[in-house]
């Protein structure tokens, strides 16, 4: 018999549907993700820590979920929506059905809705919290429970996703996942050059990719101090996804600012945003969102038009930007600041995902950047 299970936004909105994974009730900020594909390694990508995703592609689940395609160690969204699910993948790696995956991790899943209507009230009045539930099936109770929920807006999600302890990562890249275009720029003999990864809820296709450029690679905690990664003598510093509002994150912002200058430094996502906070910019939030694998970005230098993995509802505001911070790269739907660069320091970010897992792999040169940036290798 199908478990019934409804969605309550907080502008009064409430959608009916079939639950599958977990039962429950949980709230979130409700977000929509344009991605065809890769909605394991969205499930398992620590940045939608307090989030509900809803997907707009119609079928979700074709190809099961397996563990060698996970992004982290377990999932921190809480709910996830689709318009049908496939009960049956069919995928030789395939080690469980999307739904036994989910009630396996706690998270309640919801399909047998109208997606297209949920995604235009949010692209409308944007991205709110809502409140998912199998046990409270009231609307009017579910309403006041959304209206009543904390927002997304100030919190600090990041320790509760961050890494808590130094450790060594090894792992390189799958050979499913290597291309022709990942490849090291040193020699065999050559040095490999340390990285310390800031973990503010990192993907682990990221640090894969900085083992598979050449790199010692050492995960450090996002509430780490400027004293405590130079002690570690590292080459270079990568700053990380995460979740959430960067703007509550003073002690990241403090400790960037402290390391801008000592070491090349190169951030993506949060760790972007985290980045132009500490060189002196601010940050705005977006009505609902860059959330997919197919968002266009223009390299500004080039002129090449990237087709990037994005997942972010916060953005820098480029008037706020001081003279030695340039912009480098550009959202193509709203022209919003998608790449920034210090004119003088080794030092630069870009608000999408260069790992790209999942989506494409067009962004794959900014490794080589930062490879470049520590070693001097010719790119």
């Known amino acids: 018999m199908s478990q019934p299970v409804k969605l309550a936004l907080a502008d009064g909105t409430v959608f009916s549907g079939t639950a599958f994974g977990a039962e429950g009730e949980s709230f979130g900020e409700v977000v929509f993700n344009t991605s065809m594909t890769g909605y394991q390694e969205i499930i398992t990508d620590p940045s939608y820590c307090g989030q509900i995703i809803v997907m707009t592609y119609p079928q979700i689940g074709n190809y099961g979920v397996n563990p060698e395609d996970v992004e982290s160690k377990g999932t921190a969204l809480k709910g996830f929506i689709c318009r049908e699910l496939c009960e049956k993948p069919s995928n030789y790696r395939a080690t469980h059905s999307l739904s036994s995956y989910l009630a396996e991790h706690g998270v309640i899943g919801m399909q047998g809705i109208d997606t297209r209507a949920l995604v235009r009230r949010l692209r409308t009045q944007g991205a709110m919290t809502g409140v998912i539930s199998t046990v409270d099936l009231d609307d009017e109770s579910l309403v006041a429970k959304a209206r009543n929920s904390p927002e997304l807006v100030g919190q600090d999600y990041v320790q509760a996703v961050s890494a808590k302890e130094t450790t060594c990562w090894t792992e390189a890249l799958s050979d499913l996942a290597r291309t022709p275009a990942n490849r090291t720029l040193l020699e065999p003999a050559e040095k490999r050059p340390k990285v310390v990864a800031i973990d503010y809820g990192m993907k682990w296709n990221i640090p894969r990719h900085l083992v598979d450029c050449g790199c010692d690679v050492e995960v450090m905690p996002g509430t780490s101090t400027a004293a405590e990664i130079l002690e570690r003598n590292p080459d270079g510093i990568f700053l990380s996804n995460g979740p959430g509002d960067p703007r509550p994150l003073d002690y990241a912002v403090n400790t960037i600012r402290d390391l801008i200058g000592k070491k090349p430094i190169f951030g993506i996502c949060l760790g972007h945003q985290l ?105």
């Open 275 to 379: 980045l132009g906070l500490a060189m002196g910019g601010e940050i705005f939030k977006l009505k609902f969102g860059h959330r997919g694998a197919n968002q266009p970005v223009m390299n500004k230098k080039t002129g090449r038009v990237e087709v990037t993995s994005q997942n972010h509802g916060f953005a820098l505001d480029e008037k706020t930007l001081p003279e030695d911070v340039e912009v480098t790269h550009l959202n193509l739907n709203d022209n919003t600041v998608s790449g920034i660069r210090h004119r003088t320091e080794p030092v630069f970010g870009v608000q999408y995902h260069p790992e790209a897992s999942a989506g494409p792999h067009d962004s794959r040169y900014l490794f080589d950047e930062f490879m470049q940036s520590m070693t001097g290798a010719k790119v």
